[in-house]
């Protein structure tokens, strides 16, 4: 009968409190990458005048600017 008295009394005590673990979790931050432009001086025949070189140079930058600001804004959102 002690033996019976003792389990009955294992089951009233106190349930440990739960604790919360924060386990980092490795996600995907980047759900697409902006699309590489098409730049002029790729098109340029290898032929091509220094100044036409030049000019497609020159073309290309604000389109380079454009996508360096977005590839900066996805990687901006991974850190």
């Known amino acids: 009968m002690l033996g019976v008295g003792l389990v009955v009394t294992g089951c009233q005590t106190p349930q440990p409190a739960a604790t919360v673990v924060k386990v980092p979790v490795m996600v995907k931050c980047v759900s697409a990458a902006p699309a590489r432009p098409t730049f002029a001086i790729q098109k340029l025949l290898p032929d091509a005048s ?3 070189k030049v000019l497609a140079l020159a ?3 604000p389109v380079h600017l454009k996508y360096e600001d977005q590839l900066e804004a996805v990687i901006a959102g991974c850190l």
Request: zero cysteines; a negative charge.
């Open 59 to 61: 073309r290309d930058v």
């Open 50 to 52: 220094d100044g036409e």
